[in-house]
């Protein structure tokens, strides 16, 4: 062995051949990671909106509803005078899956604490999940 150092170009082209190789086949699976994150993060979302509408029904002694909007991607509690009282947006990837062709679905909050409304689904790029009315 001569008394060379460094890499030669052959030995750094096949280690940058491995590495793209590699990236290829990890990164769709940390792509999926991302957006089953935003998928759960989404449903906390709606549960949270759907204890605060409760606790406010309570309180107040009166109706609220909470409002999923298909198109703008949003989650609106609205007090019984049907005044906005807080709104979310869930992220770009997660869509709200509505049972019937409307842009929106209502579920009623009674002051009792019970729920009433269609099952809300969401869908993102690693699956679908639907958020339980309790």
Do not use: C, W
Not at 127 to 133: K, Q, S, T, W
């Amino acid at each position: 062995m001569t008394g060379r150092r460094g890499f030669t170009l052959i030995e750094i082209v096949i280690v940058m051949a491995i590495i793209a190789i590699s990236m290829s086949l990890v990164g769709p699976r940390i792509g999926a990671g991302f957006s089953g994150l935003y998928l759960n993060q989404s449903a906390q979302t709606v549960k949270r909106m759907l204890k605060l509408a409760r606790l406010q029904a309570e309180r107040t002694e009166r109706h609220q509803y909470v409002v999923l909007n298909r198109k703008t991607r949003s989650v609106v509690l609205v007090g019984s005078d049907l005044e906005v009282q807080r709104q979310e947006t869930l992220p770009s990837g997660i869509d709200i899956v509505l049972e019937s062709d409307s842009d929106t679905a209502s579920v009623l909050v009674t002051p009792a604490g019970l729920l009433r409304g269609p099952s809300i689904r969401l869908r993102g790029r690693a699956g679908e999940i639907e958020v339980a009315l309790q």
